[in-house]
Nanobody
Framework: QVQLVESGGGLVQAGGSLRLSCAAS????????MGWFRQAPGKERELVST????????YYTDSVKGRFTISRDDAKNTVYLQMNSLKPEDTAVYYC?????????????????WGQGTQVTVSS
């Protein structure tokens, strides 16, 4: 069982930055591929970024490439999402998710554990 707790969301002006953190419980964090998803009002939950457990390779959806950076610190059981040059369209609830030995699944149903979400609001 893994529990995930996100933090770091908030209100920021367009062009600003935020750093999201997701702290995980458990002793096997290093064996989970971690993902960040987001869901805006009236929209489906979408994958933002992943970082694999095996080789630490990363994936970004096109709309955040060059602006967001995912990283992980397995010693701290934590995954981060550094978000720069934020845009109003980045406004959403951001969720972290964990997939046991995952290959970087783009579908939400592929992840076994989810955090409660943290709100990110970008004003224009």
């Amino acid at each position: 069982q893994v529990q995930l707790v996100e933090s770091g969301g908030g209100l920021v002006q367009a062009g600003g930055s935020l750093r999201l953190s997701c702290a995980a419980s458990g002793r096997t964090f290093s064996s989970y591929t971690m993902g960040w998803f987001r869901q805006a009002p009236g929209k489906e939950r979408e994958l933002v970024s992943t970082i694999k457990w095996s080789d630490r390779s990363t994936y970004y959806t096109d709309s955040v490439k060059g602006r967001f950076t995912i990283s992980r610190d397995d010693a701290k059981n934590t995954v981060y999402l550094q978000m720069n040059s934020l845009k109003p369209e980045d406004t959403a609830v951001y969720y972290c998710a964990a997939d046991w030995m995952g290959s970087g699944n783009s579908r939400a149903y592929g992840y076994q554990y989810w955090g409660q979400g943290t709100q990110v609001t970008v004003s224009s």
